[in-house]
């Protein structure tokens, strides 16, 4: 193969912050004290606070040298199945931090918050547009909040009708999310299984689905990267019984402009603003996960909402079936910004561009290595593609050990033993925003290691080499938990 | 599209390779009854300039400092942010990447996590912290739920001084599943009234704010007593972590658990999100806590680095039966945190709580010496409740006028406070700029 990627870079060693302060030093420029000093009652304070001292290099070199020993999309391919890890626009990210949206104060009168109130009114309708839905909230902060408030308006429609239904109905190919989210409302979750083609059937939910079943949660496309192809009648199982239908939205990458949502036969659906949308994943969120409803939930959807009227926009508390809130203010509008931004600046035509190249991505991606690894449904992909480690097994080597050695390639590794349908699976999304020829170097790379696992299957034992530590003993780690120094 | 890289050539030969002939072919598995009729109703694509341009214009109407003199607290609070922490939070390394599941490429984010879980059990005087809840009120719903499953009860009791929006996110967690949700109302002096607990059985959990939402610093050792003399958990919830700087922090009062809102640690506002969820408990009921923790171990080599650790509470692996459902947190706001205690240091934090203290006093005073009455008499942080004549709200149109926003009227929260309105004063506000709002509300 061509030159890899990965090498050894000038990787410095950098000790807990605790490890490297000194008494005396600080990293903060003091205000200005112009006021009178009016001490507090004894009884009332701490002694002193336990926290390190540094200098403003101490803390800048050590941030510097830390951020140096992660991986992230801006360092390479990130083909984290499930995760959407595409470009974060960096322009997007200089929209949020203008200081009259980052330094704005929720609780503003709304004549000096109208720039943000439009805003989001704005997004409100390019995601109802996106998903073929009606109504949407941005108030959930991440994909399992929005998940956990689309069960709550599916509990109060319920409620509504004067019903109560205790179970709901996931399939295995859910998130686990998805039933932890069930769970909250009091649901318990009714597992389906997929079929031999990684689908839902349509027998199957009927087997399951009766009247004391509020409804089904469905991720389409699956975590397969399968469309789920029997959706609408699905759908009308449901609601023959009176139930609803959850759609997670966490794969929306695969179909804008392509499948719509609302015709499919789906109540309500969350997105995630952090993969679909292009914000930023840092290291593990924020995130934002609105929720978009058919009008029949549009009454239940939290408060305060956006409301329009002859130009002027106003928070309003006045939805008196609303299920209340799920976050102290309006969500996390920072994530917000960046999403608009990202819409603003690909419109339609580009949104739907984006979708074709994801599923051409993955598709090619599937073909190029499907001699290479086990391909668990070989049938056409949407988003992203699941192997799994069957054909290293006779080396004794696992999805793990082929994970690790791709970071010594230099790529993040895809998800792995996810989702659970798949023995050993190795899900890999590549998104569109990695060109062919970063794709052809991750199949070379994947090739390599299957070679490898034949000839030098120690090596991958052994992987990975490149990194700022080797691997970690996480059963020490959860045997003897050290959480805090 | 300059965020796609793909050639006409490149999308030609890589059909060629699956077998397609166009890049429609490729949903052939899409339904035809599901399919998208016609095209997206959106707007034009704009250019990054033309971007620019359009969120300026949004953002010049917002009612931000240095323009407007803005007097509200109320769980976001304006602090100085020094531009070192700004800036690191933009490496991308950091920015870009996911959850850290793979720990070999994440050591960045880990150790960082580490770190902030450890400045934060120190801030708060307890012995674990998890690595970030969405904001203080799902926190707050976090807590309780935590305390419903750990203690095998179904009743809690909340201050009704805890910040009223997060009162109401709990309500909505707590709601389905039908938790008996008591409220505490408050004593004469600001405080919550915690003689209700005498006759409450079955009681889990016991949650009191502090500061509470008028500012007053609560008694949290008291309420400690009280709660675990009905051996319920308690829970101490913040809204502006800054004042344990300052004061006594509630591990040294007996809380159980801790949690709350960590916008004033390095992050900027933005109308209200992202924020942190801070979130710590005492170490025997680790098992039972939400969210994810990262625990330090050792490399083949035997060296040192940290893991995502006790995962077996967590979604992926105990689905249903997990401690929470969140899987992405608010990590990045995390780091925020953790760069901004480092920067200010023990001292430095300290210095910077006592100076908040000492400028919401000085308004307190000036205030009072105007004429204006202070509600409550006991002891505050860095906001207070005032009461204001009755036709104030016209005097507050007027100070809107002149950029100058004079607090939040408390009337929409508790309808028996008509009138009052809560102040907050940190240390970006000068004695210059409280003096222009006492001379503009008595003119």
Known sequence: MKESLGTTGLILNEPLLWEKGRRGRSGFSQPRRDVDSRPLDKGLTLDELDLPDLSEVDIVRHYTRLSQWNFGVDTGMYPLGSCTMKYNPKINEKQARVPGFAAAHPLLPPVVSQGALKLMHALERFLAEITGMDAVSLQPAAGAQGELTGMLLIHAFHKSKGMRRSKIIVPDTAHGTNPSSAALCGYSPVPVRSNEQGMLSAEAVAGVMDEDTAGIMVTNPNTLGLFEENIREIAEIVHAKGGLVYGDGANMNAVMGIADMGRAGVDVLHLNLHKTFSTPHGGGGPGSGPVCVKTKLEPYLPVPRVTEEKGRYILSEDFPESIGKVHAFYGNFGVMVKAYSYIRSMGAENLKRASQLAVLNANYMKEMLKGTFHLAYDRPCMHECVFSDKFQHPYKILTLDMAKRLMDYGFHPPTVYFPLVVDGAIMIEPTETESKEDLDLFVEACKAIANEAQQDPERLRQAPQKCKVRRLDETAAARHPCLAG | ?443
Request: with cysteine; charged share 20%; glycine share 8%.
């Open chain 2, 1 to 443: 599209m300059r965020y796609l890289p793909h050639t006409a050539d490149e999308i030609a030969a890589m059909l060629e390779v699956i077998g397609k002939n166009s890049l429609d072919e490729l949903f052939s598995t899409v339904p035809e009854d599901c399919r998208y009729q016609g095209n997206l109703n959106l707007p034009e694509p704009i250019s990054e300039w033309e971007l620019n341009e359009l969120m300026s214009g949004l953002s010049a109407t917002m009612g931000v400092s240095p323009e407007y003199k803005v007097f509200i607290g109320a769980g976001s609070y304006e602090h100085f942010i020094p531009e070192s922490v700004s800036f690191l939070l933009t490496r991308s390394e950091f920015v870009t990447s996911y959850t850290p599941y793979q720990p070999e490429l994440s050591q960045g984010t880990l150790q960082a996590m580490y770190e902030y879980q450890t400045l934060t059990a120190r801030l708060l005087g307890m012995e674990v912290a998890n690595a970030s809840l969405y904001d203080g009120a799902s926190a707050l719903a976090e807590a309780l739920l935590m305390a419903i499953r750990t203690t095998r009860k179904n009743r809690v009791a909340l201050s009704s001084l805890i910040h009223p929006l997060y009162r109401r996110v709990v309500q909505t967690y707590l709601g389905p599943t039908g938790y008996d949700l008591i409220e505490l109302p408050r004593l004469e002096n600001g405080t919550t009234d915690l003689s209700l607990l005498e006759d409450l059985d079955n009681l889990a959990a016991v949650a009191v704010q502090s500061p509470n939402f008028y500012g007053c610093i609560e008694d949290l050792e008291a309420v400690g007593e009280r709660a675990h003399a009905k051996d319920a958990l308690f829970i101490a919830s913040f809204t502006e972590p800054l004042a344990y700087g300052l004061l006594k922090n509630p591990g040294s009062q007996g809380a159980d658990i801790v949690c709350g809102e960590g916008q004033s640690l390095g992050i900027p506002q933005s109308f209200g999100g992202p924020g942190l969820g801070m979130f710590a408990s005492r170490m025997k009921y680790v098992r039972g806590m939400p969210g994810r923790l990262v625990g330090q171990t050792t490399d083949l080599n035997g060296k040192r680095g940290f893991v995502l650790t006790l995962a077996t509470r967590e979604q992926h692996i105990r689905r249903e039966k997990a401690t929470s459902n969140i899987c992405t947190n608010n990590s990045l706001c995390a780091l925020a945190a953790a760069m901004y205690m480092a920067s200010l240091g023990g001292r430095g934090m300290r210095e910077l709580a006592l100076l908040n203290h000492d400028k919401s006093e000085y308004l307190k005073e000036e205030l009072r010496k105007a004429g204006f009455t202070i509600s409550f008499e006991t002891p505050t942080f860095n906001e207070f409740v005032v009461e204001c004549p009755t036709d104030f709200h016209r005097t507050y149109e007027h100070l809107l006028a002149k950029k100058i926003v004079a607090g939040l009227s408390l009337e929409p929260y508790y309808p028996e406070l008509a009138h009052h309105y809560l102040l907050c004063a940190t240390e970006t506000k000068s004695k210059e700029d409280m003096d222009a709002l006492v001379r503009e509300v008595i003119s």
